[in-house]
């Protein structure tokens, strides 16, 4: 997406909106009305679509990926065989080889899952937490996060200055825009509404919808009430909550 039509939108904003009541001009107000026109005429969904794919490419290859024939990556296969265009979306797995505990997606539909996850959880667990992450997705949670580290890019900030593309950042400021993915901090809202939608996917794939409530409790174990892959999450005892109501519905 070329943003040289930006360029030009927000300065006629910036023209309209930057005058005070008495004729002078508010430099705070043009402030707000430029971010405020930034995010809604420069990042449109392609836009951040495409920062989320090339940043996922970035991150992939810093990273030690599971080969195919990798017992790890035979076990997600077996996992998510059906998922790729599950609800509408287009979903892509890979297994990253690290002791890290963790899983994250990102806008464009990028999933991928650390071995040192796999490590700790049986199946149907490591089957919940994809579904949390697809939920991200699929509720836009991703795409925001995304939006919003975008909006506070420097590196992205210079190139749409002069109408430039998102396929103009450096390979080094991709990889900083999947890093804020990684370690996205979602509200507790966002956490409580993918767990909800785990649950109802693993309802209509016919899995049992308990194993994300002891997804979360293993997770408890091993890192407390935070920490980790928790660290984001609200409290434990509110996702249980949440979780039984909605197996319950």
């Not at 890290?100 to 806008?107: E, K, R, S």
């Amino acid at each position: 997406m070329r943003l040289n039509n930006f360029i030009g939108l927000l300065s006629l904003l910036i023209f309209l909106g930057g005058c005070a009541a008495g004729g002078g001009f508010d430099s705070e107000k043009v402030l707000n009305i430029g971010a405020g026109a930034l995010q809604a005429s420069l990042l449109d969904a392609e836009t951040v679509n495409q920062a989320a794919a090339l940043s996922a490419q970035q991150m992939d290859s810093q990273s030690q990926i599971a080969a195919a024939n990798n017992p790890y990556a035979i076990r997600l296969t077996n996992l998510t065989g059906n998922l790729q265009h599950y609800d509408g979306l287009n979903l892509n797995f890979k297994v990253y080889l690290s002791k890290d505990v963790n899983a994250f997606a990102m806008a464009d539909g990028t999933v991928r899952v650390y071995s040192g996850l796999m490590d700790i959880m049986p199946d149907d667990q490591v089957l919940a937490v994809i579904c949390h992450e697809m939920g991200h997705v699929r509720l836009k949670h991703s795409f925001h996060q995304m939006k919003t580290a975008l909006l506070t890019n420097v590196a992205f900030e210079a190139v749409a200055s002069v109408g430039g593309t998102i396929g103009e950042l450096t390979a080094s400021e991709l990889g900083q825009l999947g890093k804020a993915a990684v370690s996205a901090r979602f509200s507790q809202t966002d956490e409580l509404e993918s767990d909800a939608y785990a649950v109802r996917a693993l309802k209509q794939m016919g899995r049992d919808p308990y194993a994300m409530k002891r997804s979360i409790e293993t997770l408890e174990k091993l890192s407390g009430s935070g920490g980790g892959f928790l660290s984001s999450h609200p409290s434990n005892s509110k996702r249980i909550e949440t979780i039984e109501k909605e197996i319950g519905r």
